[in-house]
């Protein structure tokens, strides 16, 4: 059964540095997504891309996050100057795009810690 | 803005024993509910959904059933498994402006099922 990869699985990283996060997302799926989860809360969601640019963001997603699909699998999540709020969970997501039946399948995240 | 409120964890079940978990939800529009689960070390998956009142998702034993009239989509089995210990996730989502959809999350529900 297909399914969304992402790596690393762990990274550690000092405040201040730059880190990119990768995801393959499903093959024919079109619409992908990143949310993250700080420990003990909720996932939340930062921001939706499809056809190469955003279709939606959250007020977390500040200018220090960017996204990018530099080919036709991959799909990353840069931040580029860390801090440590930023340490969390970081979920990729992918969805066909199908309206209202529309489902969005999960990676198995990255654990992001910022030191 | 949109929101999903799920009962607090861990609950803590004997084998075989019934299962229920609420969910109750806030939103704008007409949105589609979700319960997704997370398996110690992994991913997010989706277990069940439902996108219109009176729809009931189900898949492995789980039910939940959408109440419109309620704003509710309470997750139920009929006898849990130890192998269904996890955290279980609510969501619903949500009409953006572009018409994609952004999940919104609730805080998690752990059950822990004992032999």
């Known amino acids: 059964e297909p399914e969304v990869t992402q790596t690393p699985s762990h990274q550690v990283t000092q405040m201040g540095q730059e880190v990119i996060l990768r995801c393959v997302p499903i093959?024919?799926?079109?619409?992908f997504y990143w949310y993250r989860q700080i420990l003990g809360q909720k996932v939340e969601f930062l921001v939706s891309?499809?056809?190469?640019?955003?279709?939606?963001k959250s007020e977390i997603f500040d200018d220090q996050f960017s996204v990018e699909r530099p080919d036709g699998s991959n799909f990353t999540l840069k931040i580029r100057s860390t801090k440590l709020e930023d340490s969390a969970m970081y979920f990729c997501?992918?969805?066909?795009?199908?309206?209202?039946?529309?489902?969005?399948?999960f990676g198995p995240g990255t654990r992001l810690l910022v030191l | 803005g949109d929101s999903v409120t799920q009962m607090e964890g861990p609950v803590t079940l004997s084998e075989e024993a019934f299962l229920t978990i609420n969910c109750t939800y806030t939103?704008?529009?007409?949105?589609?509910l979700f319960w997704y689960v997370q398996y110690p070390g992994e991913g997010l998956q989706l277990l069940l959904k439902?996108?219109?009142?009176?729809d009931k998702g189900s898949n492995k034993g789980f039910e939940a059933t959408y109440r419109k009239e309620t704003t509710s989509f309470h997750l139920e089995k009929g006898s849990v498994q130890v192998s269904d210990s996890a955290v279980y996730f609510c969501?619903?989502?949500?009409?953006?402006?572009?018409?994609?959809?952004?999940?919104?999350f609730g805080s998690g529900t752990r059950l822990q099922v004992q032999p």
């Open positions: 891309f499809y056809n190469n640019e955003i279709s939606e």
């Open positions: 997501a992918s969805s066909v795009g199908e309206g209202r039946q529309e489902t969005q399948y």
């Open positions: 093959s024919n799926h079109l619409y």
């Open positions: 969501a619903l989502s949500t009409f953006m402006d572009t018409g994609r959809r952004a999940l919104t």
């Open positions: 939103a704008t529009g007409y949105p589609s």
């Open positions: 439902a996108t219109k009142a009176d």
